[in-house]
């Protein structure tokens, strides 16, 4: 069946230092690709999304590409901020064989400090 | 749009009672799911729906769950007798299905205490 698996957290750094969360996949067919991100108190956010191969999703300066080849979508940001501070989660859904849902990973908790 | 629209917010109830949480789709969307998060267990998937039609309930826990969409506005969870282990945030989340991706979109959760 189609798992995710992303990089174990928590993982902490300063502002301004450079984010990568590792996430890979495993599908039958062509996902759709996601990263969500949960502050605290809250429910998950869409923060981008890739629908094929070689797609690059890019929101809030956070950027994820999606390698067919090496089953991965992982997460980048050039500079983080205090505020960035979050769960994200990696998902991804294939329609042939699930429909609408969703299979997540785990997540990451990251923490940025000042 | 006002997103997903999810009542109570918090609830607190004692154990043997029974528990109803609510949850208002975005409007249009046709895919509607419930989702349990804990520390221990991460987001669990209890059951989702199609146009209304329940379409997997593998994720519910027990038979104390039970979920209905009676229209395409409106949808409850209800835990009857609810339990301590019950105690989590539950979040539903929409969805319009269309050819190239299948995004939800989560509303703000139910935190439920059962004591």
């Known amino acids: 069946g189609d798992s995710v698996t992303q990089m174990e957290g928590p993982v902490t750094l300063s502002e301004e230092a450079f984010l990568t969360i590792n996430c890979t996949y495993t599908a039958t067919g062509y996902p759709s690709l996601f990263w969500y991100v949960q502050y605290p108190g809250e429910g998950l956010q869409l923060l981008l999304k890739a629908t094929k191969a070689d797609d690059k999703g890019s929101n809030k300066g956070f950027e994820a590409t999606y390698r067919k080849e090496t089953t991965s979508f992982h997460l980048e940001k050039g500079s983080v901020q205090v505020s960035d501070s979050a769960v994200y989660f990696c998902a991804l859904s294939e329609r042939e064989t699930s429909g609408s849902r969703l299979t997540f990973g785990e997540g990451t908790q990251l923490t940025v400090n000042p | 749009d006002a997103g997903v629209i999810q009542s109570p917010r918090h609830e607190v109830t004692e154990m043997g009672q029974e528990v109803t949480l609510r949850c208002k789709p975005i409007s249009g969307h046709n895919s509607l799911f419930w989702y349990r998060q804990t520390m221990m267990r991460g987001l669990e998937l209890l059951i989702y729906f199609n146009n209304n039609v329940p379409i997997d309930d593998s994720g519910m826990p027990e038979d104390r769950f039970s979920a209905k969409m009676p229209n395409a506005s409106f949808s409850t969870l209800k835990i009857q007798p609810s339990e301590p282990r019950d105690s989590a945030v539950y979040f539903c989340?929409?969805?319009?299905?269309?050819?190239?991706?299948?995004?939800?979109?989560f509303g703000p959760g139910t935190r439920l205490t059962v004591t």
């Open positions: 989340a929409s969805s319009l299905v269309l050819a190239g991706g299948y995004e939800q979109y």
